[in-house]
């Protein structure tokens, strides 16, 4: 199943890649920038896609991210600190970003005659991002079989669309991912801040998975307050 | 109902835009530029934005479109003259087209707060392109449904989708759409060049609908000798 990986550079999509090249057969990576503020992590997938020996393309959506303003992760509004509950990270949605990448990545595997392409969405966004449930995965593909029709069949693979956070760190910690070369930080700093939603998260769940957490926090302790 | 519409500045789209603006309230046109041969009609798609009175957002998917190669409207394939018969058509499919289009412009209403987003695909066109047929369309509003969620409801017009060219001739002509204001030809030359297959089949439309044709033809009878 030659499969190309939607990948951001964070600790997810990164293993995702790692778990396809395991699996699978990893056709490529593709990342998206849609002038989202933690764009440090676009240089972890490039540096994933060297690591794993693949194609890596990474697709200028920044006049798209400017139009689909609102978000913290593209404007000027503070990313906010804490755990990611309803308010806060509401604040992180750019409307209909997971379709948008998905298909913009399925019309190249179709061109590319690639068999899937491959997303790292997870359990633990559901509650807030509708793009990351399981009706939508499903959806999306039955959206898919429609338009390519008789010109071609590609699979959406979503292994991690009923897992955690924590179990995809179970995973990829039993697959050698390096996950110090993975990003999540929102505020895109020299280290991880340690006290966003995604960087509370993170650590987390390298703490529920027992996993020995490698990433630098400029504030590493402020997570154990909040539980 | 404020519509967002996608239009190329093609007839069909062209007319879509007019009857939006006629029968519900127009939010605004977004063009695409996925480095078609034919950019010619981004300019009539602008014109029209500006005779409506609504906004025009021009996206730029030309990276995107670079990885879709193969189509004759992105490459350096020769457009092939005729009848859009199906081994001619589909040189001229770009792969998930209408899937990326409808996404990002789901994702602009949503951020808007628009309630639709209309679209010009009609049944001229299924027997070749699987994306605009009605399966697919019915797909995509599922799929969009659960993208969105709770976030907000945005609904996907399609009036056309059951019509043939020659009837959306009919309807532009009963509201007085300046046909001539709109561009077809896959060539992009000064004038429409009334070979390729969009042109004799613009031409087959006026001849169907017995709606004169405004249009300016470099060879105005080549499309007789087929029917």
Chains 1, 2 share one sequence.
Not at 8 to 18: F, I, K, P
Not at 57 to 72: C, K, M, P, T
Not at 73 to 78: A, E, G, I, K
Not at 200 to 216: G, H, K, L
Request: with cysteine; glycine share 10%; aromatic share 8%.
């Amino acid at each position: 199943m030659k499969t190309l990986v939607v990948c951001s550079g964070g600790l997810d999509s990164v293993t995702l890649a790692h778990l396809v090249q395991k699996n699978h057969e990893l056709g490529g990576l593709v990342s998206f920038d849609y002038g989202q503020r933690h764009q440090k992590e676009i240089g972890y997938a490039e540096a994933t896609a060297e690591r794993l020996g693949c194609s890596f393309d990474l697709i200028d959506l920044r006049n798209v991210g400017a139009l689909l303003s609102g978000s913290a992760l593209t404007s000027d509004l503070d990313v906010p600190d804490g755990h990611y509950e309803a308010e806060s990270m509401k604040l992180t949605v750019v409307p209909n970003r997971n379709a948008i990448m998905l298909s913009v990545a399925f019309g190249i595997a179709s061109a590319r005659d690639h068999d899937a392409v491959a997303i790292a969405v997870h359990g633990g966004d559901h509650f807030i991002y509708p793009d990351c449930r399981p009706e939508f995965i499903e959806a999306f593909q039955r959206m898919q079989t429609a338009a390519l029709g008789e010109f071609g069949s590609v699979t959406l693979y979503a292994p991690f669309v009923e897992m955690s956070k924590a179990e995809i760190v179970s995973v990829g910690s039993r697959i050698g991912v390096p996950f110090a070369e993975t990003w999540s930080c929102y505020k895109g700093l020299a280290n991880h801040c340690g006290r966003c939603g995604t960087c509370v998260e993170r650590q987390e769940a390298f703490s529920d998975a027992n996993v020995i957490d490698p990433t630098q926090y400029d504030d590493p302790s402020f997570w154990r307050g909040l539980v």
